[in-house]
């Protein structure tokens, strides 16, 4: 088992800048590999981004390439989401979530075990 617990959502402006933490906690998190979805009003869950388990290897999608980057501390049972230029269309909650399947890139929900409470993200124009 693992908890997960998500920060650093908030209000920005188009073009601002936002960085999410998700702290874990109860397994050992080098255990794991994470990742990011998104929700926003009356759609579905999409993925954002995820990290292998070392951080050696990383896939985003493709709207936010270029802008977003993953990154974990394994020392501070972390994984961040940082986002630059920031667009309306980022707006939705974010999840963090972990699969056990750690070298492995995963891209769908369903290969997620264990997920946060989300954090809200909203970007104004």
């Known amino acids: 088992q693992v908890q997960l617990v998500e920060s650093g959502g908030g209000l920005v402006q188009a073009g601002g800048s936002l960085r999410l933490s998700c702290a874990a906690s109860g397994r050992t998190f080098s255990s794991y590999a994470m990742g990011w979805f998104r929700q926003a009003p009356g759609k579905e869950r999409e993925f954002v981004a995820t990290?292998?388990?070392?951080?050696?290897?990383?896939s985003y999608t493709d709207s936010v390439k270029g802008r977003f980057t993953i990154s974990r501390d394994n020392a501070k049972n972390t994984v961040y989401l940082q986002m630059n230029s920031l667009k309306p269309e980022d707006t939705a909650v974010y999840y963090c979530?972990?699969?056990?399947?750690?070298?492995?890139?995963?891209?769908?929900?369903?290969?997620?075990?264990?997920w946060g409470q989300g954090t809200q993200v909203t970007v104004s124009s």
């Open positions: 990290i292998t388990w070392s951080g050696g290897a990383t």
């Open positions: 979530a972990a699969n056990g399947r750690r070298h492995t890139i995963v891209v769908t929900g369903s290969g997620y075990d264990f």
